[in-house]
């Protein structure tokens, strides 16, 4: 399950680090987002691995960000447990962060006279 949630940056928690089982490195950081709801408006998302936790280095508190997730559960002695694991994070709102990428241009501001079509 793919779900996203705007909101602001108001925490962003300590890289934490170990070693699996299998003996592999691990990385994890966690940050905190304030949604503006009346009732639970903080939420806080996991971006797990090097690559993910390298994309929080582009934003930083109070930023406007619009946050792409999976929500996953597991079981473990009789209760559940569950994470939000993002996999991807935009600015909302004018100035994209520095290695961002750029809004792909919609259809109706391409310019007129520009289209290569036959019909």
């Known amino acids: 399950m793919s779900l996203a949630v705007k909101g602001r940056i108001t925490k962003v928690l300590s890289i934490e680090t170990g070693t699996s089982k299998a003996g592999k490195e691990w990385k994890k950081q966690s940050f ?5 709801a009346q009732y639970n408006p903080e939420v806080c998302f996991s ?3 090097d690559e ?5 280095r ?4 109070g930023q406007e960000v619009e946050v792409a997730f999976n929500v996953s559960s597991r079981e473990f002695n009789g209760k559940y447990y569950h994470n939000l694991d993002a996999w991807k994070i935009n600015t909302i709102g004018a100035g994209a962060p ?7 241009p919609a259809i109706d501001d391409a310019p007129a006279g520009d ?5």
Do not use: C, I, W
């Open 115 to 119: 289209d290569d079509l036959p019909f």
């Open 32 to 36: 905190v987002l304030d949604t503006g």
């Open 52 to 56: 993910k936790v390298d994309m929080l």
């Open 58 to 61: 582009n934003y930083g508190e």
């Open 98 to 104: 520095s290695g961002g990428a750029a809004p792909a």
């Open 47 to 49: 971006l797990f691995g």
